[in-house]
């Protein structure tokens, strides 16, 4: 067995998630990274793209996800109409894929959620990496009373690594189907 390709672990709190590195680019000769995110409820990326194709498979928990055309990422409308168009539910053994330069996000429907996030080529390990801290105990963290990461930081990894936010995160189900969560 090649001894780059054997993971080590190295476990990040990232923007109020957990996440498990398990391969990165150095492992990997740059082909794909490979983690584990553990996710609380209402977690949800901006809508947003990376030059990497982005896979997550999800292992625990249940999701909404939304993969939208360019000309609808950039909407106007509380919310935009990609929010009520686009979404898509995820349980627990489906995969979803993003091509790289294609806007996308999910939002964490169930208590938690456990994912594994495949990037290829590698790329976006960068990216939760440049936002991360090291983790001093291995589960989710209490919400913070303030913001995690500053604008400014948050502006300068995305300028490096070259993800594209296009807006804010979707909204909680309640609000976009007017029935409360399922």
Known sequence: M?????????TLWFLGTVVRMKLDASQTGGRFALWEG?????????LHSHPQDETFYLLEGR???????PEL?????????????RGRSCEVGEAVCAPGGTAHTFRVESDTARMLFL????????????????????????PPDGPRVTAEQMAAVERETGMVRFGPPPPPLATRNGHGAA
């Open 2 to 10: 090649n001894r780059a390709a054997i993971t080590s672990e190295e």
């Open 38 to 46: 553990m996710l609380p409820r209402g977690a949800a990326p901006p």
């Open 63 to 69: 999701l909404t996800v939304w993969v939208v055309e």
């Open 73 to 85: 990422a950039r909407a106007e409308g509380d919310p935009p109409e990609w929010v009520a168009t």
């Open 119 to 142: 990037s290829t080529p590698a790329g976006i390990e960068d990216f939760v990496r440049g936002l991360a801290e090291p983790a001093k105990w291995p589960w989710l963290q209490p």
